[in-house]
């Protein structure tokens, strides 16, 4: 059974999404707070994490960024407000998605179940462009030889850029391909995405060599 590590500190919130989600077949942990939860996650080694931001003590942008030190798995983050602060910041802290509160447990389950799906990726071999080597099968990335740590989501788009070198990709053919067909319009993800992926593979994010800017169009992956 999937292992879900909710964080969340509002303890009636807490309860039914641990009844809810358990009611689908998670096994589902629990933590109250930050700390708590990464003690929780340290422990349980769950196969993802679903986050509120707003924790006392530790916050969930703080608690996702420790995570990502050395755990790639997926991150769903919980906002009380759909504003590009808490968007932004909590995607740039390595979430893989966020649901704004309050959630619909069909809707957060609906969310889980993309997340983990993303986290899977076509088995095709390896792509070699320049010194970015992507191994499909291992679900590996190496820069110059040295290993490159992603997300699952980072790792799906660039899996998804990288099948198709110089096609050019709109924000909403990556919204489908890589978040999934709910996500009509909401480009920050896209852009917060592509940002992420270009900090780590990039030598310089503002010349990229491997993930280029289409200006009026989208994305694509060279070198063609």
């Keep these: 059974m999937t292992s879900v590590l909710l964080i969340e500190d509002d303890p009636l919130v807490r309860r039914s999404l641990e009844l809810a ?36 003590g530790i916050d969930g942008f703080e608690v996702c960024r420790r995570l990502r030190l050395d755990s790639q798995a997926p991150v769903i983050m919980l906002t009380a407000r759909a504003d590009d602060l808490d968007v932004v910041g909590g995607l740039e802290a390595g979430a893989d998605d966020y649901v704004v509160k309050p959630v619909q447990p069909a809707v ?60 050019v990709f709109s924000r909403q053919q990556l919204l489908e391909e890589v978040w999934g067909h709910g996500y009509l319009g ?25 993930v280029q800017t289409v200006r009026g169009f989208g994305y694509r992956f060279g070198p063609v």
């Design 186 to 210: 909401d480009s920050r993800l896209v852009d917060n995405g592509i940002m992420r992926l270009r900090a780590k593979i990039e030598d310089g994010p503002g010349h990229p060599e491997y």
């Design 21 to 56: 989600l358990g009611r689908y077949g998670y096994t589902m942990i629990t933590a109250a707070t930050g700390e708590d939860g990464l003690s929780r996650f340290t422990e349980e080694a769950p196969d993802i994490v679903v986050l509120d931001l707003m924790l006392p």
């Design 108 to 167: 957060l389950d609906a969310r889980i179940r993309a997340v983990l799906r993303r986290a899977i990726s076509d088995l095709d071999g390896v792509r070699s462009h320049g010194s970015l080597r992507i191994d499909t099968e291992s679900l590996t990335v190496t820069l110059g030889g040295a290993p490159v740590p992603m997300t699952p989501t980072e790792l799906r788009l660039l899996l998804t850029l990288s099948r198709s070198p110089g096609r």
